[in-house]
Nanobody, 124 residues
Framework: QVQLVESGGGLVQAGGSLRLSCAAS????????MAWFRQAPGKEREFVAS????????YYADSVKGRFTISRDNAKNTVYLQMNSLKPEDTAIYYC?????????????????WGQGTQVTVSS
């Protein structure tokens, strides 16, 4: 079993930055592909970014490309999401997810482990 705990959310003005962290425990972190998803009120959970086990491959949703950066530190069992140039439409609960599958995926159903989420609110 894997436990994922997100942190770093908060309230920020449009144009500002936040860095989310997700700490993992319970399984060898380097064996998991990792991703960030988000869910705004009344909307479905959507893919934000993913990173391969070794960190050499990353993928982004078009809506965040060029503004967000996903990274991981396998020595610290942590995955990060650096969010710059934030917009009000980025407001959502952000979830960290882990997959035992070798390939990364934008589909929530392909992820085996989920954190509880952290709220990000961007004011205009």
């Amino acid at each position: 079993q894997v436990q994922l705990v997100e942190s770093g959310g908060g309230l920020v003005q449009a144009g500002g930055s936040l860095r989310l962290s997700c700490a993992a425990s319970g399984r060898t972190f380097s064996s998991l592909a990792m991703a960030w998803f988000r869910q705004a009120p009344g909307k479905e959970r959507e893919f934000v970014a993913s990173i391969s086990r070794g960190g050499d491959n990353t993928y982004y949703a078009d809506s965040v490309k060029g503004r967000f950066t996903i990274s991981r530190d396998n020595a610290k069992n942590t995955v990060y999401l650096q969010m710059n140039s934030l917009k009000p439409e980025d407001t959502a609960i952000y979830y960290c997810a882990g997959s035992i599958r070798q390939s990364v995926s934008p589909r929530p159903s392909q992820y085996d482990y989920w954190g509880q989420g952290t709220q990000v609110t961007v004011s205009s």
